[in-house]
């Protein structure tokens, strides 16, 4: 296309350079080298028209996956650290909706920017608005606790996750840990 302009426009100078030598008169070379330089001009700008119109349309970017609204059991260090976690990786398949306070000392408080909505007891009340499909455990509960929020869990319709037996305790334990329980 540029070439095609260049040569456009040095036909169009030589026609006029020619005839402004051909009748000895230069002022021909001035009155026809402003119509010439607005024609390729002209021209130049109903090229890069179409070009416009013919360029592809940039892609969509590719749409991220819907991320699980999650709810995590718990405040403490096991919480505090599956909760950045979740953050800080983004292929993560969850996304927190917010804590569930274990022993009701930190109910209506923030832990790391997240809201602790509800203690365990008045959670089965809220989970109508707070939209979350899965309840990962991350709090030492006692046996009794630990099945009671289980069963909780399963009643209201939530997935349960859970650190194993063996890594519960541990500090090292983190959402590449969790296991799936079924009823």
């Known amino acids: 296309m540029k070439t095609r302009r260049f040569v456009l426009a040095a036909v169009l100078a030589a026609v006029v350079?020619?005839?402004?030598?051909?009748?000895?008169k230069y002022i021909v070379l001035l009155a026809l080298l402003g119509p010439?330089?607005?024609?390729?001009?002209?021209?130049?700008?109903?090229?890069?028209?179409?070009?416009?119109?013919?360029?592809?349309?940039?892609?969509?970017?590719?749409?991220?996956?819907?991320?699980?609204?999650?709810?995590?059991?718990?405040?403490?260090?096991?919480?505090?650290?599956m909760l950045a976690e979740i953050s800080k990786k983004e292929d993560c398949?969850?996304?927190?909706?917010?804590?569930?306070?274990?022993?009701?000392?930190?109910?209506?408080?923030?832990?790391?920017?997240?809201?602790?909505?509800?203690?365990?007891?008045?959670?089965?009340?809220?989970?109508?608005?707070?939209?979350?499909?899965?309840?990962?455990i991350a709090a030492r509960l006692e046996e009794e606790r630990f099945a009671a929020a289980?069963?909780?869990a399963h009643n209201a319709g939530l997935m349960v996750l859970c650190l194993p037996e063996d890594k519960r305790n541990t500090l090292s334990a983190g959402i590449a840990d969790l296991i799936t329980l079924s009823n």
């Open 36 to 81: 010439a330089v607005i024609a390729a001009d002209n021209l130049r700008r109903r090229e890069d028209a179409s070009a416009e119109e013919t360029a592809p349309e940039p892609e969509a970017p590719p749409e991220q996956p819907r991320k699980l609204p999650v709810l995590i059991l718990g405040t403490g260090m096991t919480a505090v650290r």
């Open 150 to 152: 289980c069963r909780m």
């Open 93 to 136: 398949p969850w996304q927190v909706a917010g804590l569930v306070d274990e022993t009701g000392t930190h109910a209506k408080n923030t832990v790391n920017g997240v809201r602790v909505l509800a203690t365990l007891s008045e959670l089965p009340m809220l989970l109508p608005e707070i939209g979350a499909e899965a309840l990962i």
């Open 17 to 24: 350079i020619a005839l402004s030598v051909y009748t000895g």
